[in-house]
């Protein structure tokens, strides 16, 4: 067992990461069910119908961040990904999440702290998977770190980046490979858009994904100092 | 009398033991009934319908990749498909009840909680789809 205390967890919401503005984060997952209980029958029974989900997040309010107002009432489509137990190793728990925001508040008590509560609902499937590059920043073209993910899957993935720094003028190309044995024989199988800007994206990426994967990062230097800061979560499908 | 202390309870879910990871377990069996009190009856009554099967977990976030109670909730819960359950109320020992629900736990809701000042936890549901059969170990 490796029961995991909730301080180190991480919320990243498009370009910012919210960690250190909440303090709770809750992840509601469910699934609808058809009642197929008839004449005859001797215990109930049921279907499956269509899953959905939500995010429940709660935190102190700070008006230099303003991603948990402005995105609410938005189109769904804002990125999110939540870290139960946090994002501090390769291959820590995310969960991957397209979001609308339904629901924003701001409490303001005589006695405490401004306080803020944004509730989400999540556009499509939850991803569960793993964080593949950590928050951290890169200045050059590299290859990242291998991270294991136990297995093959046949039935594509989805993958979210959050850059949260990126200096201006610069290019950055992230993009993710796959390999069957972790140390040769890697390709590209997910590619994020061109990085110019502190931004996040979600994609869907079809098919195949080998046990092994890494992000690799590619720089267009124009300003002499290139740097990015960003996360890259990865979820089998 | 024979009672027994929750701290023995157990849960296996699609072959995966989970008991280790839970604080609770709270199996419900209801039968629907349809109420037939009429006028002048001096006490309700009613006939016996259908019956169903409910269970709530709880217990302590692990990220184990395969065994923890994330991998084995969430993968039966996007599968979408009852799998095999085997409560065990007093525990796995011998004298101790067992239900045993093959192919009848269908996971109907699945959550997880991260406060800044506790353990992360987690949370789900299960609809028993088939009837359960009690057992004595």
Redesign the interface.
Known sequence: ???????A?SVLLGATDLSTY??????????D?ADT?TFH??????I?GT?GGKLELAGLYDPGVADLATVFGGDPGSVLT?C??GAVALG??A?LLSVSEIAYAESSPVGGVVAVKASTMADGEIG?GNVIHLLAEETSTVDGTTVDL?AQSTTGAIAHVHATAVTATDTFDITIEDSSTGSSGWATVGTFASITAASAERIVIAGTIKQYVRVVTTVTDVSGTPAITFLVAFART | MAFRHGKNAGLTLNTKDLSTFLTSMDASWDLDTADTTTFQATWKSSLAGIPGGKIELAGNYDPTATTGPGAVLWSAFTGAVPVTGLVYPGGNVTGQALWTITSGCLVTAYSESSPVGGIVTFKASIDVVVLPVRSVI
């Open positions: 067992m490796a029961f995991k205390h909730g301080k967890a909440l303090t709770s984060a809750d992840l509601a997952a469910d699934l069910t209980t029958a001797t215990w109930k029974s049921a499956a899953a939540y139960p137990a820590d728990m969960r569960f136990t």
